[in-house]
C-alpha cells in the first residue's frame, strides 16, 4: 500500500516536473509546478514529516505560485514561437544529465543503508510539528532570527527593485 | 515498503529536470522554475535522510527538518527578489528571453 502510494505520487512529481520544461507556455509550465510540489508534499507525507509538507504547499504551491502566475500575467508572455533548436546546447545538456545520474546511482548504491526501509517510529502520533518547533527556537534560534532579517531585507529589495523611477 | 534508495532516485530525478530546464529553457521565467524545482529535491532528499536516519530516542533528526524549514524560506525570499529583477528587466529590455540580453556580452 505504502509502496503503491509513492509510486503515484513520484511519477506524478516528475511527470509534472518534466511537464515545466518540456511545454511551451509559462502559464502550463507554472501550472505543470504546482502540481509537482503537490506531488511532493504527499511524499513529504510519506516520509511522515506533515509540518514540512503542509509548509510547501502554503508556501510553495501557495504563495510563490501566485507570484510566478502574477508575474506571467503583468508582463503578458504569450506562447514562445518555435526558436531552432541548438544542437549543441541539447547535446551539452544530456551530457550533463547522464553523468550526473550515473554518478547519483554509483553514490546511492554504495550507500550502506540504500535498501533500508523505514524504521518504525516509537509511538504511532508523534506530533511533529512540536518536534520541530522544539528544535526550531531551542536549537536554532539564532539563524531563526538571521532568516527574519533576511526576509525583511528582501523585502526592502523588492521594494527598491521594482520602484519606478520618476522623471 | 518504499527504501531509502527510492527517495533519493526521485530527488535525484527531479534536480536532474531542473537542471535540463535550467540548460535548455531560454525563457528567463522557465530557468527560475527550473531552479526551485533543484531547491525541491534538495529538501527531499534531506527529509528522507531524517526520516531514515532516527536519532537515540527512535525519533526522525528533526534539525534536518528545520534545515528544510529555512530552505523554503530562503527560496520564497529568492523568489519575490528575483521576480522583481525579472521584471525590471522587462520594463528595460521588452523581453524575457536570455538570448536577447546580451548587453554585458564582449
Known amino acids: 500500500m505504502q509502496l503503491a502510494l ?18 511551451r507556455s509559462p502559464v502550463s509550465s507554472a501550472m505543470s509546478l504546482v502540481m509537482s510540489f503537490v506531488g511532493l508534499a504527499a511524499l513529504f507525507v ?12 502554503l508556501v510553495y504551491a501557495g504563495a510563490v505560485m501566485v507570484l510566478f502566475l502574477f508575474i506571467i500575467m503583468l508582463l503578458d508572455l504569450r506562447t ?5 533548436v541548438k544542437l549543441a546546447a541539447w547535446a551539452g545538456g544530456g551530457m550533463v544529465l547522464v553523468g550526473f545520474l550515473s554518478a547519483l546511482t554509483k553514490v546511492v548504491f554504495s550507500l550502506p543503508e540504500a535498501a533500508q526501509t523505514k524504521p518504525d517510529l516509537p509511538l504511532p502520533g508523534v506530533n511533529d510539528v512540536a518536534q520541530v518547533g522544539f528544535a526550531l527556537f531551542r536549537n536554532f534560534n539564532l539563524p531563526f532570527q538571521i ?18 523611477e520618476l522623471k | 515498503m518504499p527504501t531509502l534508495a527510492h527517495y533519493l532516485f526521485v530527488s535525484g530525478g527531479l534536480f536532474a529536470i ?13 530557468i527560475f522554475m527550473g531552479l526551485e524545482l533543484m531547491l525541491n529535491a534538495a529538501n527531499l532528499s534531506l527529509v528522507a535522510f531524517s526520516r531514515f ?3 537515540h530516542d527512535g525519533l526522525p533528526g528533526y534539525s534536518a527538518q528545520v534545515f528544510v524549514f529555512f530552505i523554503i524560506t530562503v ?26 540580453l546580451d548587453t554585458l556580452k564582449f
Open chain 1, 147 to 164: 532568516i527574519g532579517v533576511l526576509l525583511l531585507v528582501a523585502t526592502i529589495g523588492v521594494v527598491v527593485l521594482s520602484r519606478r
Open chain 1, 80 to 84: 514562445e514561437g518555435r526558436r531552432p
Open chain 2, 53 to 55: 536516519h532516527p536519532g
Open chain 2, 75 to 100: 527560496a520564497a525570499a529568492e523568489v519575490a527578489v528575483g521576480l522583481a529583477i525579472i521584471v525590471a528587466l522587462f520594463r528595460a529590455k521588452q523581453t524575457t528571453h536570455v538570448e536577447d
Open chain 1, 6 to 23: 509513492f509510486w503515484v505520487f513520484a511519477i506524478l512529481t516528475l511527470l509534472f516536473g518534466a511537464g515545466v520544461v518540456v511545454f
Open chain 2, 18 to 30: 531542473g537542471l535540463l530546464g535550467v540548460l535548455l529553457r531560454r525563457n528567463i521565467l522557465i
Open chain 1, 46 to 57: 510519506t516520509l511522515d514529516a506533515f509540518f514540512i509538507a503542509v509548509v510547501q504547499v
